[in-house]
C-alpha cells in the first residue's frame, strides 16, 4: 500500500511547495491568525476534488485511449523540467521575500471567496492536479492510494503553513530561504521527470 501513497504524497507535496498566488494567501492569513482553519479546509478539499477527478478521469481516458497515457507522461515529463528549470533559474537569481500586509481583516465570506478564486481560477491547478498527478497516478497499480497520498500532502501542507505561518515568517524574511526553496523544487522535479522517462 504505501508503495503508492509514498509516491503520491511526493508528488502533491513537491507540487504544491511552489509558491504562488494561493500559498502566500494562506501564509499571510496565518500570519495574520484569520480564518486560517477555513482557509486551509478550503484549499485542502478543493486540491482533494481535483487530485481525484484526475486519477479516476485519467484512468477511464487511458483504458479507452491507449496512446493517451504515454502521450501524457511524455508531456507531463516535460512540463515537469520546465518547471524545474523555472525554480533552479528562480534559486540562480535569487527568491523574492513575502510580506505579510498589515491593515484590518476580511470577513469569513470575503476571505472564502479570495481563497476560492485563487484555486479554481488559476489555470495552474488544473494541469498539477488534474492532467500531471492524474497521468503520473496511471503508473501505478493502485491509483487510488497514490491519490490519496496527494491529497493527503495537500491536507498537510496547507494546515502546516496556515497554522505554522508565525514560526516560518523569521525564516521567510530573508531571500536565501527561497532560494534554497525553488532549489529544492527544482530538483524534486528533474527526479520525478526522469522517473517518468525511463519508466
Not at 534559486?91 to 484590518?104: F, H, I, R, S, T
Not at 470575503?110 to 488559476?122: C, E, G, P, Q, S
Amino acid at each position: 500500500m504505501t508503495s503508492a501513497v509514498l509516491p503520491g504524497f511526493a508528488l502533491g507535496f513537491s507540487l504544491i511547495l511552489a509558491i504562488g498566488a494561493q500559498n502566500a494567501f494562506v501564509l499571510r492569513q496565518g500570519l495574520r491568525r484569520e480564518h486560517v482553519f477555513a482557509t486551509c479546509l478550503t484549499c485542502a478539499v478543493s486540491d482533494a476534488l481535483l487530485i481525484t477527478a484526475g486519477v479516476a478521469g485519467f484512468g477511464s481516458l487511458a483504458t479507452v485511449v491507449p496512446w493517451f497515457e504515454p502521450v501524457m507522461r511524455y508531456g507531463g515529463a516535460a512540463f515537469l523540467l520546465a518547471y524545474g528549470a523555472l525554480s533552479l533559474r528562480s534559486a540562480w537569481n535569487g527568491g523574492a521575500v513575502l510580506v505579510a500586509e498589515g491593515g484590518p481583516g476580511a470577513s469569513l465570506c470575503r476571505t472564502l471567496a479570495t481563497v476560492l478564486a485563487f484555486t479554481w481560477l488559476n489555470p495552474h491547478v488544473y494541469l498539477d492536479t488534474v492532467v500531471l498527478i492524474g497521468s503520473i497516478s496511471a503508473q501505478y497499480d493502485d491509483r487510488l492510494q497514490f491519490g490519496l497520498g496527494a491529497v493527503a500532502a495537500s491536507f498537510f501542507f496547507f494546515f502546516t503553513l496556515g497554522y505554522g505561518a508565525r514560526l516560518l515568517a523569521p525564516v521567510f524574511a530573508r531571500p536565501g530561504a527561497w532560494r534554497a526553496l525553488d532549489l529544492g523544487i527544482g530538483l524534486v522535479m528533474w527526479a520525478i521527470a526522469a522517473k517518468l522517462v525511463i519508466m
